[in-house]
């Protein structure tokens, strides 16, 4: 896994952010079974419930695409510690990988090393469904 790679690639696509109301950019960076990386970046919108997150952006990309399964991501806030994925965004990466790991990043190098399970282990699954 080139993890220098993933990261390089969120902290670029943070700059490309659109967030003229919160300020807040974030980019993501998520690696599919496939070796290709779908880049996301935060849209934000004057109706602010229209906004959608970097990583949903890159998931949504990655389906389109016609992936479906994913080996790790990448986050990229201006946070200090660097900031976890939103509850919406978990919810959509658990739809495609049980088991992700996940890094978040800062540009001052800041670094937390986790997975989707450690951010979100009561998740909402198919297999709720099938019961």
């Given at each position: 896994?080139?993890?220098?790679?993933?990261?390089?690639?969120?902290?670029?696509?943070?700059?490309?952010?659109?967030?003229?109301?919160?300020?807040?950019?974030?980019?993501?960076?998520?690696?599919?079974?496939?070796?290709?990386?779908?880049?996301?970046?935060?849209?934000?919108?004057?109706?602010?419930?229209?906004?959608?997150?970097?990583?949903?952006?890159?998931?949504?990309?990655?389906?389109?695409?016609?992936?479906?399964?994913?080996?790790a991501l990448?986050?990229?806030?201006?946070?200090s510690?660097?900031?976890?994925?939103?509850?919406?965004?978990?919810?959509?990466?658990v739809?495609?990988?049980?088991?992700?790991?996940?890094?978040?990043?800062?540009?001052?190098?800041?670094?937390?090393?986790?997975?989707?399970?450690?951010?979100?282990?009561?998740?909402?699954?198919?297999?709720?469904?099938e019961?």
């Amino acid at each position: 896994m080139n993890w220098a790679r993933l990261i390089r690639t969120a902290l670029a696509a943070r700059e490309r952010a659109y967030a003229p109301y919160s300020s807040f950019r974030v980019g993501a960076a998520l690696l599919a079974r496939s070796g290709e990386v779908y880049v996301g970046s935060n849209v934000e919108n004057a109706s602010y419930g229209l906004c959608i997150c970097a990583e949903r952006v890159a998931v949504t990309k990655a389906v389109t695409a016609g992936e479906k399964g994913f080996l790790a991501l990448a986050v990229a806030t201006q946070s200090s510690p660097p900031s976890p994925c939103c509850g919406m965004c978990l919810q959509t990466l658990v739809e495609f990988a049980d088991e992700l790991p996940i890094v978040l990043i800062n540009p001052d190098g800041g670094r937390v090393d986790t997975a989707l399970q450690t951010l979100f282990p009561a998740s909402f699954t198919r297999r709720l469904l099938e019961s």
